[in-house]
């Protein structure tokens, strides 16, 4: 019988606590900047003047355990090559291109329990989901979410961990099934000992479509403290919620957050993007903490001034969101399922080289 053999780490998390576990990598956050093992992100590192030092760089990878338990719309799904779906393999080449950002200096990507859009945006009858109707956990979905949560600890990357999004929440029963399943899922992660995961309650909380009203923008602080107040070896999780593109957080979500998420869809104008991060820094509440986009649908990566280029002289993290639009090949979109996880597409290019160039790696 063969002994694995692991390298124990420990460090002491934001909330004071020691994670012990065959672990390699830990989140922390110290006033507005990231640390990954207690050692700033990008340690030193400065672009056109600008610090770089502290930002996490990040895409939208939500669909990386997506699967449809809908038979009506899984064909929606299929992969080209072989004309069927398979959630299996979506996992493993997901996991397989992981080390290929990572060489490009991208340090985080957001994975969704809910997923996200698989077309983009809107919703068409698809059940994806990690939880069932009453916010008990899916097996085989965590089961494909410790394959990526482990493959990120051991390249030294970052999750944001994404539990709700709209158009899946209205398959659960009550507002007990959604406690329920905030709660199964911060046990879950706690119990696994990764320190490498930060938790997005919900996507876009502020969104319409939101049939569940404790995780709509004016009652989801509610879910932040319940999973706060959860407690392993002494250690918690650090909580944010995103809210609709071109929008600011409300005081209620900034005050229970470690860390701000924002959107940058709609956002035609780079400066809205600067403007945005300076009016968040003074909504009611705020203390130093990061702030970080990790939605953003306006690339325009060759131009001297887009989206990316003022959030990093914001001193805002900034992150990647590719969905395929109609009529274009499969390489194209990290958010659209069936998905090509390479960086195969000129887009997908132009994303990757800025964050190289930007983070020197």
Same mark, same amino acid.
Request: with cysteine; proline share 2%.
């Given at each position: 019988?063969?002994?694995?053999?692991?390298?124990?780490?420990?460090?002491?998390?934001i909330s004071g606590g020691i994670i012990?576990?065959?672990?390699?990598?830990?989140?922390?956050?110290?006033?507005?900047?990231?640390?990954?093992?207690?050692?700033?992100?990008?340690? *030193?590192?400065?672009?056109? *003047?600008?610090?770089?030092?502290?930002?996490?760089?990040?895409?939208? @990878?939500?669909?990386?355990?997506?699967?449809?338990?809908?038979?009506?719309?899984?064909?929606?799904?299929?992969?080209?090559?072989? %004309?069927?779906?398979?959630?299996?393999?979506?996992?493993?080449?997901?996991?397989?291109? @992981?080390?290929?950002?990572?060489?490009? %200096?991208?340090?985080?990507?957001?994975?969704?329990?809910?997923?996200?859009?698989?077309?983009?945006?809107?919703?068409? *009858?698809?059940?994806?989901?990690?939880?069932?109707?009453?916010?008990?956990?899916?097996?085989?979905? @965590?089961?494909?979410?410790?394959?990526?949560?482990?493959?990120?600890?051991?390249?030294?990357?970052?999750?944001?961990?994404?539990?709700?999004?709209?158009?899946?929440?209205?398959?659960?029963?009550?507002?007990?099934?959604?406690?329920?399943?905030?709660?199964?899922?911060?046990?879950?992660?706690?119990?696994?000992?990764?320190?490498?995961?930060?938790?997005?309650?919900? !996507?876009?909380?502020?969104?319409?479509?939101?049939?569940?009203?404790?995780?709509?923008?004016?009652?989801?602080?509610?879910?932040?403290?319940?999973?706060k107040s959860m407690e392993k070896d002494?250690?918690?999780?650090?909580?944010?919620?995103?809210? !609709?593109? !071109?929008?600011?957080?409300?005081? /209620?979500?900034?005050?229970?957050?470690?860390?701000?998420?924002?959107?940058? /869809?709609?956002? /035609?104008?780079?400066?809205?993007?600067?403007?945005?991060?300076?009016?968040?820094?003074?909504?009611?509440?705020?203390?130093?903490?990061?702030?970080?986009? /990790?939605?953003?649908?306006?690339?325009?990566?060759?131009?001297?001034?887009?989206? @990316?280029?003022?959030?990093?002289?914001?001193?805002?993290?900034?992150?990647?969101?590719?969905?395929?639009?109609?009529?274009?090949?499969? !390489?194209? *979109?990290?958010?659209?399922?069936?998905?090509?996880?390479?960086?195969?597409?000129?887009?997908?290019?132009?994303?990757?080289?800025?964050?190289?160039?930007?983070?020197?790696?």
């Amino acid at each position: 019988m063969k002994i694995a053999l692991f390298v124990l780490f420990a460090v002491l998390n934001i909330s004071g606590g020691i994670i012990q576990k065959g672990v390699k990598t830990v989140v922390t956050i110290q006033q507005d900047q990231f640390l990954i093992n207690g050692e700033l992100t990008y340690k *030193g590192r400065y672009w056109n *003047g600008h610090k770089i030092e502290g930002l996490l760089f990040n895409s939208r @990878m939500v669909q990386g355990v997506f699967d449809d338990q809908n038979p009506e719309t899984r064909d929606k799904f299929k992969y080209p090559d072989t %004309g069927i779906w398979d959630a299996k393999r979506n996992t493993q080449e997901f996991v397989a291109a @992981m080390p290929s950002w990572r060489k490009h %200096g991208m340090l985080s990507f957001t994975l969704n329990l809910q997923g996200g859009s698989p077309m983009g945006y809107g919703n068409q *009858g698809w059940r994806n989901s990690a939880f069932d109707e009453k916010g008990r956990l899916r097996k085989l979905y @965590m089961r494909r979410v410790a394959q990526i949560l482990d493959k990120a600890d051991k390249l030294g990357m970052v999750v944001i961990l994404g539990y709700f999004y709209f158009g899946q929440d209205e398959y659960f029963e009550n507002e007990t099934a959604v406690m329920n399943a905030a709660y199964q899922a911060t046990n879950w992660v706690l119990d696994q000992g990764y320190g490498n995961v930060v938790i997005e309650v919900a !996507n876009e909380c502020n969104n319409r479509k939101y049939e569940q009203a404790i995780i709509k923008a004016d009652r989801i602080d509610q879910l932040m403290r319940q999973i706060k107040s959860m407690e392993k070896d002494g250690r918690r999780l650090l909580v944010a919620a995103s809210y !609709n593109g !071109n929008t600011l957080p409300t005081p /209620n979500v900034v005050r229970e957050s470690d860390f701000i998420l924002i959107h940058g /869809n709609g956002v /035609n104008d780079p400066d809205r993007i600067t403007e945005m991060v300076d009016q968040t820094r003074l909504i009611e509440g705020y203390q130093t903490m990061p702030i970080l986009f /990790n939605e953003d649908d306006h690339y325009d990566f060759d131009q001297d001034h887009c989206n @990316m280029t003022a959030a990093v002289k914001s001193y805002a993290s900034w992150g990647f969101f590719d969905f395929r639009r109609e009529g274009e090949s499969f !390489n194209q *979109g990290f958010q659209s399922v069936p998905v090509d996880w390479r960086i195969n597409s000129d887009r997908k290019r132009g994303f990757f080289e800025l964050v190289k160039d930007i983070t020197g790696y």
